[in-house]
Every structure is written in C-alpha cells, then in structure tokens.
C-alpha cells in the first residue's frame, strides 16, 4: 500500500508498544507500519543526537600511567582539543599501576555511556599474554574510536660498542653470548619489542628489568646495559648529545623524521615489525553515535598544526582513524603478542 503524498493524513493511534500505526484520510483507513516511520525519523534523530545530545556534562577520560609521559601529554592535548569542539570539558584523570592494567579495569567496569574514555597503548594488547586474571577483556569490553598516531622504538647501543649496525650487534652478541645486556622497563611496550628481538635474532642478550625509563637511560650512557629500545622522545636527545649511537628503528617502514635509520628487518631481521601506537576507546555498548562522532573529532584533533608539532617532537605520525580500522588492529595485535611472548619464553619478573 502507497501513501498519497497530498492527501492529508490524521494518526488516530499512535502507541509505540503496537506493532503499527493506524490513521485516517478522507476516503479510507489504512496502516503503516512501525518500520516505515522509524525509517522516516530514524536518520534526522540519529544525527541530532550526534550534534545536542552528546555531551551533556563533562567527560571523564582515563590515562593508565602517571603524569607527564608521552600518552598522558598525547591524552591532555586531544583531550583539549575535544572540549574546545564539544564544549564540554574532557577531564584527564590518571589511575597508573599494574603496567596499565589498574586503569584498564576502572574504564572496562564504567557505564557504556560516553562519559568514561580510555587513552590506550599496545599495553592494551599484549597485556592478555603477560597476565593472568585481567580485570578487563581488550577484544570484549571495550569499543574502539580511533587510532590516533604511531611511534616506532629506536634501538640504540652504548657509542663504545663496536656495532653500527643490527647485523654487528647480532653477530657480537652470538660471539659472545649473555655478554651483551639490554636494559627494558619491565612489562613495557619496548620490553616487548626487546623481547621480540631477540627471539626474532636468536640471540642470547641479557634482558635487565627497570621500574623506570629513566634509569635505563643513565645506566645505558654509563655502559652498564650496552642496548636498549626506547621511544623517540626520550631517546633521541642523547643519540644527538652523543652518548648513545641509534642503530635501526623498530618498525616495518622507516620512521618519517629519521629517514636515516634502516628498519631492524631490512637489517638483518626480516619480519620484524613492533611500531608503537596511541589510541582511545571507550566502555562496550557506547552508543556507536557517540563512538562515531568521538572518532571524527579525534581524527581533526591530529593534523591540528599544535598536535602535529607534538607528535612530530614523539617521533609519532598522525592517524586518525575510523572505529573499524581500529578494531582490526586490536584484533590482530592480540594474538600476535600472544605468540611473540610464548615464543620469546618471557615472562613479568
């Protein structure tokens, strides 16, 4: 049955819990469907509620580590940058602890509401291979927004070390194994990255647990630990001041603002690819409106020219990208890592 566009129509019932409508014209009476309305309305209220609804109140958003590294001050810039669009505050709040775990749990407990988001990092990721009884799921409890930008490590070695290359560090290391030692924040991202190395080499290096970057960094320069995988912002400086000689990067394509550095796979290491990454997600069953409209913002928020500086100085490129690229990520990642880590034979100490 048609509906005349220049008859009048009158509803004389309109009781959502029927399955139908029925209404009066001159000449007759007829029905239509529930389904046929809701087709009608349901595009112009979806995309209202994308624009008024959301939000309503401030926002909480949930950064697994302390103040002051690279995904707190990434989170505290888009997190700006979301207020300023939505005119509403997003209100950065850190729950650090268990290598991101604590603060992973707190959001994957939270109201799927949009007003609980989580800043996360491949902890996100691998952590299912390191622990056991996680207070969250990665794959179930939460959905994704967007993958905001990509960072890879750079492997460095002390300057005295005689290998320029990963090709020499992999034979010094086979001449002389358990000689050399790598100094890894224990359960971070480069731990993993480490860990993959020297799997992925098949080489015997020792792997020295630290509790903060930092001291990796002092002990490194000091040739106590003779290599390392660090991120570009804390590493960088001290390859230029001349106390660690950079080597490779860690990713599978060489890194935009070190065009110099050969990966670690065209060096002797093929397959190897560990490429960093920031991203946001939010409790499962957020309303995909809401989730799509978070995305949109983040993704303007990364090519903004102060947060394209930002990532530029973190060695990171932006991304930006949709809900669904996001989620294959994490779904690929999560296996991955699982095999990575039973491979290496690693384990938290």
């Known amino acids: ?193 480490a860990a993959y190395f020297i799997s992925a080499a098949n080489v015997n290096i020792r792997v020295i647990p630290y509790k903060v970057f930092g001291q990796v960094l002092i002990d490194a320069m000091a040739g106590d630990v003779q290599v390392l995988f660090g991120a570009v912002a804390n590493t960088l400086p001290h390859v230029k001041a001349g106390k660690l000689r950079a080597i490779a990067v860690s990713a599978a394509q060489r890194a935009t603002r070190l065009p110099q550095l050969p990966t670690v796979a065209e060096s002797g290491v093929p397959g190897y690819d560990v490429t960093g990454w920031y991203g946001w997600v939010a409790p499962a069953g957020t309303p995909v409106p809401v989730v799509n409209l978070l995305s949109r913002e983040l993704a303007r928020a990364v090519k903004s020219p102060d947060i394209l500086k930002t990532l530029a100085e973190d060695g990171a490129d932006p991304v930006g990208s949709t809900p669904a690229a996001f989620q294959k990520l994490i779904a690929e990642e999560v296996p991955r890592w699982l095999n990575i880590v039973k491979a290496a034979g690693m384990r938290m100490e």
């Open 1 to 193: 049955m048609t509906i005349g566009t220049k008859l009048p129509l009158e509803l004389a019932k309109a009781n959502p819990g029927d399955m139908a409508f029925s209404f009066k014209r001159k000449g007759g009476t007829g029905f239509v469907s529930c389904i046929a309305l809701a087709m009608l309305a349901s595009a112009p209220i979806s995309r209202a509620q994308e624009k008024a609804d959301y939000p309503l109140k401030p926002v909480r958003v949930i950064v697994a580590s302390g103040a002051g590294g690279p995904s707190d001050v990434q989170a505290r810039l888009l997190a700006q940058k979301l207020s300023e669009s939505l005119k509403r505050q997003f209100v950065i709040e850190n729950r650090p602890g268990g290598g991101g775990t604590i603060g992973y749990g707190v959001a994957a407990k939270a109201a799927p509401d949009g007003y609980t988001l989580l800043s996360v990092v491949p902890t996100l990721t691998y952590s299912p291979a390191l622990h056991a009884n996680l207070p969250f799921d990665p794959l179930r409890d939460f959905s994704p927004i967007s993958l905001t930008a990509r960072a890879p490590y750079i492997v460095a070695v002390h300057p005295a070390l005689p290998a320029k290359t990963i090709k020499e560090l992999v034979a010094l290391a086979k001449s002389k194994p358990g000689a050399l030692a790598m100094g890894q924040t224990n359960g971070s991202p480069n731990h993993l990255a």
